[in-house]
């Protein structure tokens, strides 16, 4: 009898991949995980929900990010990390899950950075920003709907500002309060509150009720402190907007954004005639914008980390019943593979289980370690630890029957060196009186029972004891 096992390997692969909100709720952020070092993307995805604290009502999207665009979005789970080059970069993003299936807008950007030409005369030049930004689409698109969600997922980059009502707000008072200012222009927090939320005496941010001090605020004399510059409040939520939108030009493009783009009027009521999948936007900052955003994370999106390979002899080794219990674990096959059934009328996922139900006198046990996909071929170099003597197997038979002895004793190896490319075959032979030989091509050596374990090892063949 023939088995094929495969050889779960130990190898890690450590990879970066930033994550952003689809909602404007929090910064992105760059995480480094490790997954199998040719494992699925299901890994990967297992791997990011956990260390960037995913909720239950949110899922990831991982996607390949190219020049300032989506190249590729990577939704087969089944596909192999290994698709993935070092030099890739890779951005997720957190969509709840009630709109995973929804139509998705992309937003791509360019800003306004200084080029130094000629005499080192500085220059204003548009440049893209690395990393696109996306949001679920909602039923009713407009210019400025794709405005306000564009403006909301810039949150998190906005500089702070702060709205100080102090003696130049007129009225003298010593108990004039300092706030916050949110990036929609609303004034939301007394900065000037130090009562400590806990024993730590950490300061309690809270949303302030409308009364005296919220009217200061409101006060058109009241001044906001921005950098350099200064502006009144009172009308000032009402005029930052207004800002914000002369700050930014929208224009409809495709995935590559290489065609001759469409401008957005803020006013156009009929944009779509069809709602696509993915709508894709071009953004262009004008160069007051830049000023206003901290955009150190749209511009720098953090490749994919080296290959970091755990060492033989520890966690890179696997012992043969490891492997067999990957042979016969139950496992989903893919949706290529579905089945009809004939009671429901629907294609069902089927499952694959393989069982032994008996034992030959000879049994012969190919390690899989070469890996086949469109796109790679890998060989694995995973140490397999196997009994020399005294294999046993009788846990693994389903039926219970009154066969002889499943015992086995190693006779025979067949051992591969190399790679894909090229290589060289040896073998290791048992004779009973003689002790163990090594078969290399016309040179034939005795070898101790010590030294025929290698990670070479690719066919081992046993006889019943």
């Not at 997922?153 to 010593?174: A, E, M, Q, V, Y």
């Not at 006779?411 to 894909?420: D, K, P, T």
């Not at 075959?425 to 003689?434: N, V």
């Amino acid at each position: 009898m023939y088995l094929s096992l495969p050889v779960p390997s130990m190898a890690k692969r450590t990879m970066t991949v930033t994550v952003f909100s689809t909602d404007g709720s929090r910064e992105p952020f760059s995480y480094d995980v490790s997954v199998p070092k040719f494992g699925t993307l299901s890994d990967l995805v297992q791997a990011l929900s956990a260390a960037c604290s995913l909720g239950g009502d949110e899922s990831l999207l991982i996607t390949e990010v190219y020049n300032n665009c989506i190249i590729r979005y990577l939704e087969e789970p089944s596909d192999s990390v290994s698709l993935l080059r070092d030099g890739d970069k890779l951005a997720a993003y957190r969509l709840p899950k009630q709109y995973e299936k929804s139509s998705l807008v992309v937003f791509t950007h360019k800003h306004f950075a200084e080029h130094s030409g000629v005499d080192n005369f500085v220059t204003p030049q548009m440049k893209e920003f690395e990393a696109p930004l996306l949001a679920s689409l909602p039923e009713a698109v407009n210019g400025l709907t794709l405005q306000e969600i564009y403006l909301k997922l810039l949150n998190p980059f906005r500089f702070s500002k702060i709205i100080s009502s102090s003696t130049d707000c007129g009225r003298g008072d010593s108990d004039c309060a300092v706030y916050s200012m949110d990036a929609a222009g609303d004034c939301a927090v007394n900065l000037m509150d130090t009562t400590p939320s806990s024993s730590d005496g950490n300061v309690h941010s809270a949303q302030l009720e409308d009364g005296p001090e919220r009217n200061q605020c409101n006060d058109n004399s009241c001044e906001v402190m921005e950098g350099p510059s200064e502006t009144y409040c009172g009308e000032a939520d009402v005029s930052d907007k207004e800002a914000q939108t002369e700050q930014f030009g929208f224009y409809l493009t495709n995935e590559r954004d290489d065609v001759q783009r469409t401008k957005i009027e803020m006013n156009d009521l009929d944009l779509l005639e069809a709602k696509p999948n993915r709508l894709h936007v071009s953004v262009n900052w004008q160069h007051s914008a830049s000023k206003q955003y901290d955009v150190s994370m749209l511009n720098n999106l953090p490749e994919i980390h080296k290959l970091e390979v755990i060492p033989k002899g520890t966690e890179d080794s696997v012992a043969l019943h490891v492997c067999l219990e990957a042979f016969l674990k139950e496992e989903p096959l893919g949706p290529e593979d579905m089945w009809y059934c004939p009671c429901c009328k629907k294609h069902q996922q089927a499952m694959k289980k393989l069982d032994l139900w008996r034992l030959p006198e000879v049994l012969v046990i190919h390690l899989k370690r070469f890996s086949y996909t469109q796109f790679t071929r890998n060989k694995l170099e995973t140490f397999v630890d196997f009994p020399i003597s005294d294999l046993d197997l009788s846990s693994y038979i389903t039926t219970e029957n009154e066969q002889p002895y499943n015992h086995y004793r190693l006779y025979a190896i067949s051992s591969h060196y190399g790679n894909m490319g090229g290589g060289h075959y040896t073998a290791s032979i048992y004779q009973e009186g003689k002790g163990w030989h090594k078969f290399d091509d016309e040179c034939v050596t005795p070898i101790s029972e010590d030294n025929i374990k290698t990670a070479a090892a690719y066919v081992l063949f046993y006889r019943r004891e």
